[in-house]
């Protein structure tokens, strides 16, 4: 997919900035594309539903926030101003000013514009395999959504064409609840026209939208519903757990079975700089998250810059004999040790501990600007994440449809290598489970806000911090119509 994506989103980004004034149209040079007949061939669609999915790589922000904003790690840097947004996130300092925010925010919608312009266009022409398209549109733009609901809350929603300047003037937040809706009866119109495997990596399937769809059933306390979704995936028999999970992360072992889906980054493409983060065809993240090595043979790892540390919290989670532990955090000193000849620089905050599922890697074939470039995967929903779902969708489902200890042992069985260190499924054991299992994979801020477990987060502000505030900027663009949110 990445050989096209470059050049293709340079074209909409091209042609969705273009008006249809009469005037400009008549000096257009022959030929031109615009964008109100871009529309003629499967191709173009073809080529616009990759733009859509272009937007997917600019997540890495909202990954490496969900971490840094919870209680699993501190922001770290090089000092306690470097990327003042993450550091104001991680304090809970964060006011509507924060450029990050505001990264998310545009970014999420223009994924959003994207897939709206295919949508806006979409009765132009008939074609094979035309269904299955818009079904893959509407499952990106619900991931969108979804990931601004998450930060947000309320947003406008923003469903039939691109929104011109007048239009965003004169349309408010839309309640949550609202929005949610859509998405389910996007998410329920999307499925039968999705098949179960792509023959690209990275395409939506039909697990995928059946994962998002009980996502967001479970974000809404729909219980029963969210059980329903999950089991659409286990009773399909298309994934397995990856049986050794020091491997699920590593940069020769993507899309593999335990994906269910799975962010796309190059890291040999035309890509990002320090000066254009939305040229993103790398994993931003992942460079950020390294150890500052200096010198010695630190292979199989490369240097970074220091963000994103766990804390010895996390470390404290893990059993003996729980191999999750030493594939989800590097301890550098005992690295270290055992080189000699390794030396690294202390990052601020540091805790002697780095995120070793997206640590940069030596033998990633990157260029210019490597550390904003790697082609680690980001693994958006994995199988491990979508039985811990479960089962704690059908331990508070009024009408549960399948067993959470079978769910929850399914997980310790793998993290342990036996059966002799299973636990009773209750609700705080298979939420303590869920946050050993997916540690600095971007989802502990959020699991955290949607179940009540946010005392631990220093300096979170019930009432305030169970979301972020709309950017300032955004709400005067829009006339200063929408509401901030509570606390901002």
Wanted: glycine share 6%; with cysteine.
């Amino acid at each position: 997919m990445y050989n096209k994506i470059t050049k293709i989103a340079a074209t909409l980004l091209i042609i969705m900035s273009i008006q249809s004034c009469d005037d400009y149209l008549e000096i257009l040079p022959p030929g031109q594309e615009n964008s109100e007949n871009f529309f003629n061939t499967p191709d173009n669609y073809q080529d616009a539903l990759i733009g859509v999915y272009d937007l997917l790589s600019t997540t890495y922000l909202n990954n490496i926030l969900g971490e840094i904003a919870s209680d699993n790690s501190l922001c770290g840097g090089e000092n306690p101003t470097d990327v003042l947004d993450w550091q104001q996130i991680d304090d809970m300092i964060h006011t509507p000013d924060n450029g990050a925010l505001r990264n998310v925010f545009q970014w999420m919608y223009a994924g959003i514009s994207r897939a709206n312009y295919i949508v806006e266009f979409q009765d132009n022409l008939n074609f094979d395999g035309k269904d299955q398209l818009l079904a893959e549109n509407l499952f990106l733009r619900s991931y969108f959504y979804f990931e601004l609901v998450k930060f947000f809350g309320d947003v406008p929603l923003y469903t039939d064409r691109r929104i011109t300047i007048d239009e965003t003037q004169s349309i408010d937040r839309t309640p949550k609840a609202d929005v949610y809706t859509r998405l389910e009866v996007d998410l329920m119109n999307a499925i039968p026209d999705l098949p179960w495997t792509q023959t690209q990596n990275g395409r939506a399937t039909k697990g995928a939208a059946w994962a998002l769809l009980g996502k967001i059933y479970l974000y809404q306390e729909k219980y029963t519903l969210a059980a329903e979704a999950f089991n659409e995936i286990i009773n399909s028999g298309q994934y397995q757990l990856v049986q050794d999970f020091n491997t699920i992360f590593l940069n020769n072992n993507e899309n593999n079975s335990e994906s269910v889906f799975e962010v796309q980054y190059s890291g040999t493409q035309e890509g990002a700089s320090f000066g254009c983060f939305q040229c993103v065809e790398g994993n931003v993240a992942v460079g950020f998250m390294g150890p500052r090595f200096q010198g010695g043979n630190f292979s199989p790892y490369a240097s970074g810059f220091s963000f994103n540390v766990p804390v010895q919290d996390v470390v404290d989670l893990y059993q003996a004999g729980d191999t999750r532990l030493t594939a989800t955090v590097l301890d550098i000193d005992a690295f270290v040790a055992a080189r000699p000849d390794v030396t690294f620089t202390l990052g601020s905050e540091h805790t002697g501990y780095f995120n070793l599922k997206y640590i940069p890697y030596a033998n990633d074939n990157v260029i210019q600007d490597a550390n904003i470039n790697r082609s680690n995967n980001y693994r958006a929903i994995r199988y491990a994440d979508v039985l811990l779902m479960a089962a704690e969708a059908n331990l508070l489902a009024p009408a549960p449809v399948a067993n959470p200890q079978t769910l929850l042992d399914a997980i310790r069985d793998r993290a342990f290598g036996n059966t002799n260190n299973r636990i009773p499924a209750t609700l705080e054991n298979v939420l303590a489970e869920r946050r050993r299992e997916l540690v600095g994979e971007g989802h502990r801020f959020f699991d955290q806000v949607r179940t009540g477990q946010t005392s631990t987060i220093p300096g979170f502000t019930s009432g305030k911090n169970e979301v972020f505030p709309i950017p300032r900027i955004e709400i005067e663009l829009a006339g200063n119509r929408w509401p901030q949110n509570a606390g901002y």
